[in-house]
């Protein structure tokens, strides 16, 4: 390894010399041991990114001659570096620990150079990171450009040594109201979590990370209610919260930023923008929210990219694919402004057209590519939830046949991926204004009352299929009985409007829901014949996605009832039926399902059998719930066999999934039922 150069800035407080053997602070000449040298030289040489304490202890060793080191040497050597190196060691300024990472050195001279160049006071940085490093910690920017509210985020980072093992999240919108935060923190911290679960519930499952809310406008009390709620469920989270004007968050610290800039010199850089950068502007003003950078436009290229940039009033986060746009919180009225009304006219269209092009096709005689979308699909609908929403909006305004039919897939979708708790109650009140707009529609209002009766009792996730000790949910809350009293409203209007109209598939589909809602009411034996029922009538019309889930259905009664036999018949046909309906991740759950009934069974060529495909799948697909479940029961099985170095590498996998998921401290003590429960 090459020896790192000597820092030569005479004006940073901290200067290491050619080799990392005595330091300077302030003038003030510290002698290094040989073990804190080779640690300093370690860090210095990868240039501030985290290093793991295995290699960190491999270096001291290196350098120790020989000499056996205890298994702390690295902690101990920390310790005493901060001793020596920083003002105040209890609030480190140099040497970080990155939580499931390792430790990191930052050079103060390059952390405070990159906040100056974004227009930001290094030590306002390091007292909000100060105040946001408490558990819970939260913090509130008010006002500021795009690249000034980035800037100060990136300095607060910074300060603090580095992201947390579970990174930044950065969740953009226009949040008014607390439905809308409520949903946006839902679908960016638990996009792969069953939907059956609450807000409250998705954050105690996330890993340590920095959330950035982005942004809060107007100011509704309820904001403060939710989000201390949220911190208090979930301390392991780090909250920065952006706003327009000052919000009463409890906040532990903030700071009030620059304004956005002269309004007429951004409305004038607005209209000397390109026709194709006013045209992703205006569609961005439409949806209110962030849009795949590669949905914005077919012709949107990386010079256009950088006029958005330019207008201080988009953000664009994210890498390769995944790079996504929004508006500034606050940049609305001035964009709208400074775009002529054809512009405006264009981004409706656009967004519109953007549903369109993320629907799956789906009509009466097929509709489960909306109540049953597979994994993808799910996740285009969350991350793109607002565009979703202003479409069903508008199509309620309206009333054209057209956009209803787009409306009703859009809203289905809605309701098979997010669950009522996080849609407040937005679902069940445009669901009932699509229901008004559409009288002479009956295959639409068919379609909206099986979206509305899915809500109800959500499909049960198919890795908890099979669970030892799973019981059937009792009814105490009076809320769940509400629901799903509702529940058999829309079933009986569906039944009632495809028995009219001959839409035989929905009618199947009713049923199998009705099975749904009897079992969520603890009535098996019931639940099991309507299912059984349902199924037969699917396989009549030829329909192998209906059959997938009425056989689903069944699998989750036998276990409740605990009878793995049929449990393992029903999933065994549910398998190879949705593998042949193009719902490859479904599928694969399926299979891991299967894999821990055979291991219960002591059947280790069964269970390898479907285990391994199933891992396969999840790992080209970043199935990290499939991942973490999939790896932990094959590390039981290779351990049983007598391998016991895949078991290891196995169970490394599942872990290594997990800590990406959740709490690993929680995981660590709980049963495999909490663990799958918490990860999805």
Known sequence: MNPPRPWTDRGAALQVSRGARFVVIDGRRVELSPAEAALMTCLLAHGGEPVSRARLLFSMRAGSKGKPLPDRAVDFAIRRLRLKLEPDPSTPRYLFAVRGRGYRFVSPRDADARARVAGIDPNTARSLAVALDRSGGLVQLVGGSAPMRGGMVRAIIDALGGPPGGGVRWISGWFSDPDALTRAVAAACGPDLPVDQTTSQVLQACPSTIVVIDGLTGGNPSFADHLDTWRSVAPQLSWIVTSTTPQHLNADAGVELLPLGDPEELAARIRTCSRDARQALATLLASRGPIDVDLLSDDLDEQTLDALDRTSLVRISGRGVARRASLVTGAEELVAAALSPTDRRHGVTRAHQLVTRLLPEASPSQPWPVLLPERDTQARVMRHHPLFMRVVDGAIRTSQAADLAVAARAFALLCSSFPQERMGTWLQTRGQSLLQASPDLPELQALLHMALAGCAAPLVHPLLIGVPDRTPPKLDDETIATRLTAGDHH???????????????????????????????????????????????????????????????????????????????????????????????????????????????????????????????????????????????LAEVEARTGHASEAVLRRRESRRAEQQLADARLLAEGTEKRAIEQTG
Do not use: Y
């Not at 276990?559 to 991740?585: D, F």
């Open 491 to 633: 079933l009986a209007e569906a039944l009632r409007l495809a028995e009219t109209h001959q839409l035989d598939i929905i009618a199947a589909a009713a049923r199998t829901f009705s099975a749904r809602l009897h079992t969520a009411r603890g009535a098996l034996d019931t639940a099991r014949d309507i299912a059984h029922a349902a199924r037969i009538e699917h396989q009549a019309w030829g329909d192998s996605a209906g059959m997938a889930v009425a056989a689903l259905e069944m699998a989750h009664i036998a276990s409740l009832q605990g009878q793995p036999t049929e449990c393992t018949r029903w999933l065994a046909e549910a398998a190879p039926r949705l593998a042949t309906s193009r719902r490859p991740a479904w599928a694969a759950r399926v299979h891991v399902a299967l894999g821990r009934l055979k291991t219960m069974e002591g059947d280790d060529f069964g269970a390898r059998f479907h285990l391994d495909p199933a891992l396969v799948h999840g790992r080209a697909t970043n199935d990290l719930p499939l991942i973490a479940v999939a790896a932990r029961l």
